[in-house]
């Protein structure tokens, strides 16, 4: 594991030498900012402070095809779409990276699921650590910071005229060796450290969760939650963007002879998640939904994994239209008199 | 063998008059183009801008709607709902870059069977020249 | 300008009313130049209702969001009635709820909410970046937002939404009772972008689609926001049969979205509250507006404006135009 930097001029350069992988970068499209392969280096974004979509599509795309086959008399010919790329993550933000290694807990608990373990596996993850964390950012609050190193192969810091590269395992080094980085020195790794300090003094927002996994089941029928599925729309937004969230629907979808079957990314918060066949529907309302969405973050996933399935990104919170506030409501939780554990 | 294009139409006639119009053109041996696919609806108000939508997606090259003349519809008035619906859907299909010579209308009589094969030949000329509808089309199952 | 407390005395009187269930209006919202939509059910909310330019959401939008739920044996379903606060685009939403019929006029109790202009958040975030303002009023021509004890004059098109720009209704077109006098009416609409749109050639239309229909990720935002989307089920979400699929490919993107256009054709009201929600930008309302256009062109109709209309398309004219069928 070595420290590392190269100039910032030479972004392209590097980029462009990591022709062993399969590269993918921040590039932005108006002012969306996505993970995409990267095509041409010079498109590639440093400058937002995240990506709208989270880095999760990269490893559990929207829509996947987990394999096809053929209807008639073949019967069923499953062929797993090949895998094996070497990819490399440039650029992913601390919290990002932190995200899957919340999300590998379900991918590989009771059914190991290949299509997104040999993705990770044959992944490097090169993270750029925050100099500036937006307004909704409480990383700190869920376990990360601004400059953590949890789950990422290689961080990188912003010095200025330079990028400092901090290599944590055997795949970040080989990323420093195929890029051809120069060494660095102390004088970088003190000024990262210094940033990072002062990058984790300018996180605005931060929520104390002590006691609040254990205390949501008991605010079950609670009436607080309906201040905020009042006015909650009941769309994909907070789900889809949340680097953490991974529910997915299974849909086999046919063409004449030739048929896939594909998953794509759920939600919770659409009515049509939890619809049974008899038409009946166990969260008929918004209430019941966002109380789900909360208290599988927040509750339930902590209780199998024990860990918060929330990296604290602040995407929920700065995409919602209706300004529902995730921290608003674990703070109303808090206050709330809950009642009985009710088993649910 | 030539490569000449062939394109896929799917035509949604009316059982009143356009349907009846095809037939006519069979039963009187007037020969028309082999490029559509007929479906047999009630009536041109029956047809949802859905079906036309769905029919590009599923490989149509081009679509036509044929009913009864205005006021002589079966129901009345189901083709006059359909004229202002299949109107929009044009115009809006159009804005989002589909050669407008793929969504086309007709109004066919149960008498014509002479204007069918016309309108075929017109249609199939304008998708033609539209060429092979991809932008619609579903594309991962191609394999 | 509305003076807060009046405006909240006079929601905590119709809250209070027995005929009344919840008045829907908006409140502070948590940071930046947010605002969100609040359902008060009880009076001692009523404090928390704000009126200013920060306040886009389209309350309209929640009456028919929310969910009809069983009633249970024995008891009389609820039937006391929803106020709600709208702006001149907002109600427009209603008009078009109540030509649909989609519930009874009495149902409701409109607070009309004479409206200037509401700000834009992704100029506001351009503008000032991340910092909470401490108020934002319009004063004559200029927005002037207060923060950190500083205030900044702006100019109304720098911060405004753009459909506020061109607002022809900035005063309640159904209400029971005005909030504030009526303001004076400034924008036109001549559709140019809808013009300099139409210039390109079909294929750089379908470049220009194709690439945004790509960005979309689905999450149906723009549904659920839309106050003419409240089909009881969307036909995106039916399986049987299942028209468009639930996979996000440019085909499934594509159609979902010319067929929500086409849906609103003759309903969209231009309270653009689709487009503003999309997390992946996508202008929507460059196909609404589109829509909007023609169908005032062909059919001299204009939605939400007229409560005694009939539904566009479920009317007709003999003389409607055709000229494009054989």
């Given at each position: 594991m070595g420290d590392y930097k190269f100039a910032k001029d030479k972004l392209a350069e590097v980029l462009s030498s990591l022709g062993d992988y399969q590269v993918f970068a921040p590039t932005p499209a108006g002012d969306v900012v996505r993970f995409l392969e990267v095509k041409d280096p010079a498109a590639v974004t440093l400058e937002s402070a995240n990506s709208t979509v989270p880095p999760k599509e990269l490893m559990f795309p929207e829509t996947e095809t987990l394999f096809k086959y053929r209807l008639g008399d073949t019967g069923l010919d499953p062929s797993v779409p090949d895998a094996s790329a070497r990819r490399l993550v440039f650029g992913i933000r601390p919290c990002?990276?932190?995200?899957?290694?919340?999300?590998?807990?379900?991918?590989?608990?009771?059914?190991?699921?290949?299509?997104?373990?040999?993705?990770?596996?044959?992944?490097?993850?090169?993270?750029?650590?925050?100099?500036?964390?937006?307004?909704?950012?409480?990383?700190?609050?869920?376990?990360?910071?601004?400059?953590?190193?949890?789950?990422?192969?290689?961080?990188?810091?912003?010095?200025?005229?330079?990028?400092?590269?901090?290599?944590?395992?055997?795949?970040?080094?080989?990323?420093?060796?195929?890029?051809?980085?120069?060494?660095?020195?102390?004088?970088?790794?003190?000024?990262?450290?210094?940033?990072?300090?002062?990058?984790?003094?300018?996180?605005?927002?931060?929520?104390?969760?002590?006691?609040?996994?254990?205390?949501?089941?008991?605010?079950?029928?609670?009436?607080?939650?309906?201040?905020?599925?009042?006015?909650?729309?009941?769309?994909?937004?907070?789900?889809?963007?949340?680097?953490?969230?991974?529910?997915?629907?299974?849909?086999?979808?046919?063409?004449?002879?030739?048929?896939?079957?594909?998953?794509?990314?759920?939600?919770?918060?659409?009515?049509?998640?939890?619809?049974?066949?008899?038409?009946?529907?166990?969260?008929?309302?918004?209430?019941?939904?966002?109380?789900?969405?909360?208290?599988?973050?927040?509750?339930?996933?902590?209780?199998?994994?024990?860990?918060?399935?929330?990296?604290?990104?602040?995407?929920?919170?700065?995409?919602?239209?209706?300004n529902i506030d995730l921290l608003d409501i674990l703070e109303k939780s808090k206050q709330a008199e809950g009642k009985e554990a009710k088993t649910a | 063998?030539?490569?000449?294009?062939?394109?896929?139409?799917?035509?949604?006639?009316?059982?009143?008059?356009?349907?009846?119009?095809?037939?006519?053109?069979?039963?009187?041996?007037?020969?028309?183009?082999?490029?559509?696919?007929?479906?047999?609806?009630m009536c041109s108000g029956r047809v949802n801008p859905l079906f036309l939508l769905n029919a590009l997606q599923q490989g149509a090259d081009g679509v036509l709607i044929s009913g009864c003349h205005p006021g002589d519809c079966h129901y009345l008035e189901g083709n006059f709902y359909a004229r202002r619906r299949f109107m929009l859907m044009h115009k809006l299909l159009e804005h989002v870059g589909v050669d407008p010579g793929r969504v086309n209308m007709s109004w066919v009589s149960a008498s014509e069977g002479v204007k069918f094969k016309d309108v075929i030949e017109e249609v199939v000329t304008s998708v033609k020249e539209a060429g092979p509808m991809d932008q619609f089309r579903r594309r991962q199952l191609n394999w | 300008?509305?003076?807060?407390?009046?405006?909240?005395?006079?929601?905590?009187?119709?809250?209070?009313r027995d005929d009344v269930r919840r008045l829907i209006g908006w409140q502070r919202g948590t940071y930046g130049f947010e605002s969100a939509p609040i359902v008060v059910t009880d009076a001692s909310d009523a404090d928390k209702l704000i009126f200013d330019p920060t306040c886009v959401q389209n309350p309209a939008s929640f009456i028919t969001l929310e969910e009809k739920r069983p009633v249970p044996r024995g008891q009389e379903p609820d039937t006391r009635k929803v106020a709600v606060m709208v702006k001149g685009c907002d109600s427009r939403a209603i008009v078009q709820q109540l030509v649909e019929k989609a519930y009874p006029r009495e149902n409701v109790i409109v607070m009309g909410m004479p409206c200037r202009g509401?700000?834009?958040?992704?100029?506001?975030?351009?503008?000032?970046?991340?910092?909470?303002?401490?108020?934002?009023?319009?004063?004559?021509?200029k927005v002037v937002v207060s923060l950190n004890s500083e205030t900044k004059e702006l100019a109304r098109g720098d911060i405004l939404a753009d459909k506020c720009m061109r607002c022809r209704y900035p005063n309640p077109l159904v209400s029971d009772e005005l909030m504030t006098e009526e303001v004076e009416k400034w924008?036109?609409?001549?559709?140019?972008?809808?013009?300099?749109?139409?210039?390109?050639?079909?294929?750089?239309?379908?470049?220009?689609?194709?690439?945004?229909?790509?960005?979309?990720?689905?999450?149906?935002?723009?549904?659920?926001?839309?106050?003419?989307?409240?089909?009881?089920?969307?036909?995106?979400?039916?399986?049987?049969?299942q028209w468009t699929r639930r996979s996000t490919d440019i085909s499934e993107n594509a159609a979902y979205h010319v067929q929500r256009a086409w849906h609103l054709s003759g309903r969209c009201i231009e309270c653009m509250e689709c487009q503003r929600v999309c997390p992946v930008d996508i202008p929507i309302m460059t196909l609404n507006r589109k829509m909007t256009r023609d169908v005032k062109e062909m059919f001299d109709y204009e939605p939400g404006v007229d409560v005694e209309a009939e539904p566009l398309l479920a009317c007709y004219n003999p003389q409607d135009p055709e000229d494009y069928i054989m």
């Open positions: 990002d990276a932190m995200a899957y290694t919340i999300v590998d807990n379900l991918f590989s608990w009771d059914f190991t699921d290949p299509y997104y373990l040999n993705r990770r596996e044959n992944t490097t993850l090169v993270g750029f650590a925050c100099g500036d964390p937006c307004a909704n950012c409480f990383c700190p609050s869920m376990g990360g910071a601004p400059a953590s190193e949890k789950g990422l192969d290689a961080l990188m810091f912003d010095l200025g005229d330079t990028f400092y590269v901090k290599t944590l395992t055997d795949k970040g080094d080989a990323f420093a060796k195929a890029a051809g980085l120069d060494a660095a020195g102390d004088a970088e790794s003190k000024a990262a450290e210094k940033q990072a300090e002062e990058a984790l003094g300018k996180v605005k927002r931060s929520i104390d969760t002590a006691g609040i996994p254990e205390k949501l089941p008991s605010l079950y029928d609670h009436p607080f939650w309906e201040q905020f599925s009042d006015r909650c729309l009941s769309c994909g937004i907070c789900t889809f963007l949340c680097p953490t969230c991974h529910c997915f629907d299974i849909q086999d979808e046919a063409e004449a002879f030739n048929a896939r079957r594909a998953r794509m990314w759920d939600t919770c918060m659409f009515a049509e998640y939890t619809v049974h066949t008899s038409g009946h529907n166990p969260r008929p309302t918004r209430k019941e939904r966002t109380r789900n969405r909360i208290s599988h973050k927040y509750s339930y996933f902590p209780e199998k994994f024990d860990v918060i399935a929330c990296v604290g990104c602040g995407r929920c919170i700065n995409n919602c239209p209706v | 063998m030539s490569e000449e294009f062939e394109p896929n139409i799917v035509a949604f006639l009316c059982n009143w008059c356009s349907y009846a119009g095809a037939d006519l053109a069979g039963t009187s041996r007037t020969q028309y183009l082999p490029n559509i696919k007929i479906i047999r609806v | 300008m509305v003076d807060l407390k009046e405006l909240q005395d006079k929601a905590k009187e119709v809250i209070s509401v700000i834009d958040r992704r100029k506001a975030a351009a503008l000032f970046g991340d910092v909470t303002p401490d108020e934002v009023k319009l004063d004559g021509d924008g036109a609409d001549e559709f140019a972008d809808v013009d300099e749109f139409e210039k390109m050639s079909p294929a750089d239309k379908w470049k220009f689609w194709e690439e945004q229909f790509s960005k979309c990720i689905r999450c149906y935002s723009c549904r659920n926001v839309c106050p003419m989307c409240y089909c009881v089920e969307c036909v995106v979400a039916k399986l049987k049969p």
